[in-house]
T-cell receptor, first 116, second 112 residues
Framework: KAGVTQTPRYLIKTRGQQVTLSCSPI?????VSWYQQTPGQGLQFLFE???????NKGNFPGRFSGRQFSNSRSEMNVSTLELGDSALYLC???????????????FGAGSRLTVL | GENVEQHPSTLSVQEGDSAVIKCTYS??????FPWYKQELGKGPQLIID?????GEKKDQRIAVTLNKTAKHFSLHITETQPEDSAVYFC???????????FGTGTRLKVLA
């Protein structure tokens, strides 16, 4: 069973540019969440998507956005990049049901973004 | 606001010894507490979790305990091995929200 796949794994951008990151969840998982990981702030919740709708959002500026497609794949976008956006962006998927799988997140390897 | 404190930030133990990592959460409505292990260049991997209706859970060398009254939960690793060396994160979540509040991580070094 394939895990959570994130692309690209590494990318370098300059300030002011925008970036789009992609996430393919585990087959059958309908919920996708995004987290930002930095040495200073640790792992911080960005947003969660289920059935193509954003269900929950963290405390990030509007430059951070996302979407989910009908096949559960998700993308996140960061516009007008700032140096502080340099981070590992992690995607996680979940079955989002009421059974034992409820709340269990499986993470991908992440996309490491460097902003110069 | 919601917060999870994790201690210690670094922990070095001799191979074969036990390691304990402690977390405290602020939101009393939290009812799901996973622990993740993150190795260099990889995403966090779930190693054990516990729900608020259980006080303790064990899986081979790993155990987690939960004290709801004190809002504390801890990870216990026995008979540590070099491959246990990694960064460990605790998290707290309210069931159904799919929003995890993570601790700041513990870098565990197991010395051979």
């Amino acid at each position: 069973k394939a895990g959570v796949t994130q692309t690209p794994r590494y990318l370098i951008k300059t300030r002011g540019q925008q970036v789009t990151l992609s996430c393919s969840p585990i087959s059958g998982h309908r919920s996708v969440s995004w987290y930002q990981q930095t040495p200073g702030q640790g792992l911080q919740f960005l947003f969660e998507y289920f059935s193509e709708t954003q269900r929950n959002k963290g405390n990030f500026p509007g430059r951070f956005s996302g979407r989910q497609f009908s096949n559960s794949r998700s993308e996140m976008n960061v516009s007008t990049l700032e140096l502080g956006d340099s981070a590992l962006y992690l995607c996680a998927s979940s079955v989002r049901d009421r059974g034992q799988g409820a709340n269990v997140l499986t993470f991908g390897a992440g996309s490491r973004l460097t902003v110069l | 606001g919601e917060n999870v404190e994790q201690h210690p930030s670094t922990l070095s133990v001799q191979e074969g010894d036990s390691a304990v990592i402690k977390c405290t959460y602020s939101d009393s409505a939290s009812n799901y507490f996973p622990w993740y292990k993150q190795e260099l260049g990889k995403g966090p991997q779930l190693i054990i979790d516990i729900r608020s209706n259980v006080g303790e859970k064990k899986d081979q060398r790993i155990a987690v305990t939960l004290n709801k009254t004190a809002k504390h939960f801890s990870l216990h690793i026995t008979e540590t091995q070099p491959e246990d060396s990694a960064v460990y994160f605790c998290a707290a979540s309210l069931s159904g929200t799919y929003k995890y509040i993570f601790g700041t991580g513990t870098r565990l070094k197991v010395l051979a």
